[in-house]
């Protein structure tokens, strides 16, 4: 089974518009940390946003918001306000706990189009 | 330089080649990991290596080899590739290999084409 499952291949919104991003995922540790990363044309992945899984607000920075459901192991990342640069492959990403908490299993992304 | 800088960005070579990828970081990170991205395929992890020491060999084929010899700069060293093995490769870091909020700091990459 998947342990992140991004179901948007690609997603498209007008630029200024709000857009939703939904990963869901797969553990049965209670320790988890969810990432959200930008990928652009050039190719670096760039960290987003971070929720723990004991965190009790979800997780905000700036235009990102990480809507954190837990019973329904969902991690939907919130775009407030696009810009045409956000434009990219986004991936959502977990990192278990325990032994092997240094690993982060990546989502198969989706791919955003802010339309001008 | 800043970050975390890959070398050369685009690679292009034979199956009989060898060639080598350089990454080096410049965050003072005590972590480093290469990362395969194939198309429509989730990133998958090849090595960690903390340290300088290798923690993590994610049942990668033997043609890939990497080295760290220090903490700053981490080699994946390429020989009689197969064009299966065309891909982006990227670098990260992190402060260590902790759990919690380390996040990994990605390079742009290097783009191999094997014919």
């Known amino acids: 089974a998947q342990k992140i499952t991004q179901t948007q291949p690609g997603m498209f919104v007008q630029e200024k518009e709000a857009v939703t991003l939904d990963c869901t995922y797969d553990?049965?540790?209670?320790?988890?940390?969810l990432f959200w990363y930008k990928q652009p044309s050039s190719g670096e992945m760039i960290f987003l946003i971070y929720q723990g899984s004991y965190d009790q607000q979800n997780a905000t920075e700036g235009r990102y918001s990480l809507n954190f459901q837990k019973a329904r192991k969902s991690a939907n990342l919130v775009i407030s306000a696009s810009q045409l640069g956000d434009s990219a492959m986004y991936f959502c990403?977990?990192?278990?706990?325990?032994?092997?908490?240094?690993?982060?299993?990546f989502g198969s992304g989706t791919r955003l189009l802010v339309r001008p | 330089e800043t970050g975390v800088t890959q070398t050369p960005r685009h690679l292009v070579m034979g199956m009989t080649n060898k060639k080598s990828l350089k990454c080096e970081q410049h965050l003072g990170h005590n972590a480093m990991y290469w990362y395969k991205q194939s198309a429509k395929k989730p990133l998958e992890l090849m090595f960690v290596?903390?340290?300088?020491?290798?923690?993590e060999n994610n049942s990668v084929p033997s043609r890939f080899s990497p080295e760290c010899p220090n903490s700053s700069h981490l080699f994946l060293h390429l020989h009689t590739l197969q064009p299966e093995d065309s891909a982006l490769y990227l670098c990260?870091?992190?402060?260590?290999?902790?759990?919690?909020?380390?996040?990994?700091?990605f390079g742009p990459g290097t783009r191999l084409t094997v014919t």
């Open positions: 290596y903390s340290l300088e020491e290798r923690v």
């Open positions: 553990t049965s540790d209670p320790s988890y940390g």
């Open positions: 990260a870091s992190s402060q260590d290999l902790v759990p919690g909020v380390d996040e990994q700091y």
């Open positions: 990403a977990m990192r278990e706990g325990g032994g092997s908490s240094y690993k982060l299993i």
